[in-house]
Nanobody
Framework: QVQLVESGGGLVQAGGSLGLSCTASGRDFSATIMGWFRQAPGEEREFVASINWIGSSTYYTDSVKGRFTISRDNAKNTAYLQMNNLKPEDTAVYYC????????????????????WGRGTQVTVSA
């Protein structure tokens, strides 16, 4: 089992920045692929970004490329999502997820591909 806890959400104006953290416990964090998803009100949960086990490869949905950066620190059992130039359409509950494995390019974009989930953190971007 892996327990994931997100933090760092909040309210920010459009054009601003926020950094999210996801701290893991319960198993070897370094042997996992980490992902970030988000769910806006009335919408399905969607993929945002993922990172492989050592942080050498990342994958992003098109709408956040160039604005968001996923990273990880295995010594701290933590994954991060730095969000810059935020837009109102980025408003959502953000979830981190973990998938056992090491992989190459972490092109895992479906919820069903992840085994463990955090409870989410709210990000609200005002116009």
């Amino acid at each position: 089992q892996v327990q994931l806890v997100e933090s760092g959400g909040g309210l920010v104006q459009a054009g601003g920045s926020l950094g999210l953290s996801c701290t893991a416990s319960g198993r070897d964090f370094s042997a996992t692929i980490m992902g970030w998803f988000r769910q806006a009100p009335g919408e399905e949960r969607e993929f945002v970004a993922s990172i492989n086990w050592i942080g050498s490869s990342t994958y992003y949905t098109d709408s956040v490329k160039g604005r968001f950066t996923i990273s990880r620190d295995n010594a701290k059992n933590t994954a991060y999502l730095q969000m810059n130039n935020l837009k109102p359409e980025d408003t959502a509950v953000y979830y981190c997820a973990a998938k056992p494995g090491i992989g190459g390019v972490p092109q895992y974009v479906r919820e069903q591909q992840y085994d463990f989930w955090g409870r989410g953190t709210q990000v609200t971007v005002s116009a």
